[in-house]
């Protein structure tokens, strides 16, 4: 294929044995078995349930209990269409129309009950996911990725079919994410919210809410060998001074921390490995548009111009972050659009002052001054990447005449929250479950979706997320992309403020991790990680 058209077309595509032989690497002599690697998780999340938690702690916490059909592989650092390598898949093809999208299957696979890994496992979990069966999900944050899926069907044991409504090339990256894990069809949803069942390198074993989810190995693996490790403990602590504490102390192999902490988390653990890497979403301006006086567009956007992006990055991050549109900016998202494309959008002049100036008069216009300011509660989630820059935009919002009061929510409840819009405006950070227009579009943004958490719907954009979403050559998609950031930023669907970019630190015994550059979660199935203790 050539490089510009890297998503496969609409003929066959079979996953070939060298493919196979990355998600099967070979032990090396030095690898070694045994240990529990002990993880930090800044956050407790309502439950173990992949298919129903919106935020990353559950996902990452959980994605080795699982498998996919396919993944990206573990071993590269940014993911592409390139690095979808099998898993529960010995290969997929797509029909001529690329309308169908079908998978044959291993036949080796158990689930950590004992019971044999089929096709209609595979149904099973697509038919909850689109709303078609018995069973239902309390929350079902990704059903706007498999808006295009008419059925998936069982054709045989070990073979499974996607039958689309249009073409859509990407969907086989959606299904490469961490969490489009396959569930059993034996175990109800009710279950795998405590007591998740899988087929992958680990097995549930507790979670204790703020305190620890822990996974232990599982000694019947279907791929030999792995996984190294006899558990993982992840222990939750939400202060990430008290995280950086406990790694110096040696009590975790991992933490993930804040670019201004790093320098402090190398003081005192100088043999620490440290990297700060995009953290695969973007810190944004959630608004609710049924809300009066915010269902007014011009007051809308003076919100919108009031923002100095650069000012977030310099204090949250040291000048380490990126501003961007919708899509992860260049060069670690695929996806991004070039400077000259991006500052010419409408709020992304760089003159703030220009900016803020057109926003008061905008302001006055709507009866608002020096001597009548709105005031209002700026809602965020209780963690320090949300309540961070939340405190920074209730600041630059008094330039603009608004007075924010913070409403500070914690996790258990900010999901449910923002889905049911009781909230009047916000900071919200939108994680990137895979690295692709699709995901972002529909889930945030396509009319009707459980996560468009503004109520923002333009008919004639989701005709445009379809004119992308079916395009299979990358350069003419991301000319369509591009032409919606800029509808997207015209209307001010949901401003994004910067992308944050994420520190990481880890023991040197901790041994075959790769961070990844566009994903904040699909690294984490830890089946070839392993302690050089």
């Known amino acids: 294929m050539e490089r510009d058209a890297i998503i496969p077309r609409f003929h066959t595509f079979v996953v070939a044995a060298a493919l196979l032989a990355v998600s099967f690497p070979g032990p090396a002599a030095a690898q070694k078995q045994g240990g529990i690697l002990r993880v930090h998780v800044i956050d ?7 298919h129903e938690e919106a935020a990353p702690e559950p996902a990452r916490a959980v994605m080795g209990i699982f498998n996919n059909l396919v993944m990206f592989d573990q071993h590269v650092n940014q993911n592409n269409f390139r690095s979808i390598v099998s898993d529960l898949a010995t290969g997929w093809s797509w029909s001529e129309d690329g309308t169908q999208l079908t998978f044959r299957l291993r036949d080796d696979v158990k689930w950590h009950d004992g019971r044999p890994f089929t096709a209609k496992d ?4 697509w038919d909850l996911l689109l709303g078609k069966s018995q069973e239902k999900l309390r929350i079902n944050p990704r059903k706007a990725w498999y808006q295009n899926v008419e059925a998936v069907a069982a054709d045989a044991d070990l073979t499974a079919t996607f039958h689309l409504k249009r073409p859509q090339p990407a969907l086989i990256a959606l299904l490469a994410s961490g969490y489009s894990v396959v569930y059993p069809c034996h175990v109800p949803p009710a279950e795998m919210r405590q007591h998740p069942i899988g087929t992958g390198p680990f097995k549930f074993g507790e979670f204790k809410p703020n305190e620890r989810i822990t996974v232990t190995r599982n000694p019947d693996y279907w791929k030999k060998g792995r996984p190294f490790l006899d558990g993982i403990e992840h222990t939750i602590i939400r202060d990430v001074s008290t995280a950086n504490l406990a790694f110096a102390a040696g009590k975790l192999d991992w933490i993930g921390t804040t670019i201004p902490l790093v320098k402090d988390v190398k003081r005192q653990a100088p043999d620490a490995i440290c ?4 953290g695969g979403g973007g810190r944004n301006l959630i608004v609710n548009r049924d809300a009066p006086p915010f269902d007014n567009a011009d007051m809308r956007r003076a919100m919108a111009l009031s923002l100095d992006r650069k000012a977030f990055i310099d204090i949250i991050s040291q000048g380490q972050g990126d501003i961007g549109g919708v899509m992860q900016p260049l060069p670690e998202g695929i996806w991004g659009m070039p400077p000259d494309v991006l500052n010419a959008l409408p709020g992304y002049d760089p003159d703030v002052q220009k900016n803020r100036t057109e926003a008061r008069q905008i302001m006055q216009k709507l009866g608002y001054g020096p001597d009548k300011r709105l005031a209002l509660k700026v809602s965020t989630r209780n963690i320090p990447p949300y309540r961070d820059p939340a405190v920074i935009l209730t600041d630059q919002l008094k330039e603009v005449f608004i007075d924010g009061e913070l409403e500070i929510v914690e996790t258990a409840g900010w999901f449910s929250k923002v889905i049911r819009k009781d909230y009047e405006i916000g900071l919200n950070l939108t994680s990137s479950g895979v690295d692709d227009p699709d995901q972002q579009f529909y889930e945030n943004y396509a009319c009707g979706s459980p996560r468009n958490y503004t109520g923002y719907c333009s008919p004639e954009l989701d005709k445009a997320f379809d004119r992308q979403s079916i395009e299979a050559d990358e350069g003419k998609r991301k000319r369509l992309v591009w032409e919606i950031e800029r509808k997207l930023a015209e209307d001010g669907a949901r401003p994004i ?11 040197p015994h901790l041994k075959g991790w790769e961070t990844m550059v566009n994903s904040l979660i699909n690294n984490w199935r830890m089946e070839n990680v392993w302690l050089d203790k």
């Open 44 to 50: 407790s999340p309502p439950s173990v349930s992949m």
């Open 122 to 125: 595979v149904q099973c979990t």
């Open 275 to 278: 990297e700060v890497v995009p």
């Open 497 to 507: 403020i910067f992308h944050n970019r994420g520190a990481y630190c880890w023991q």
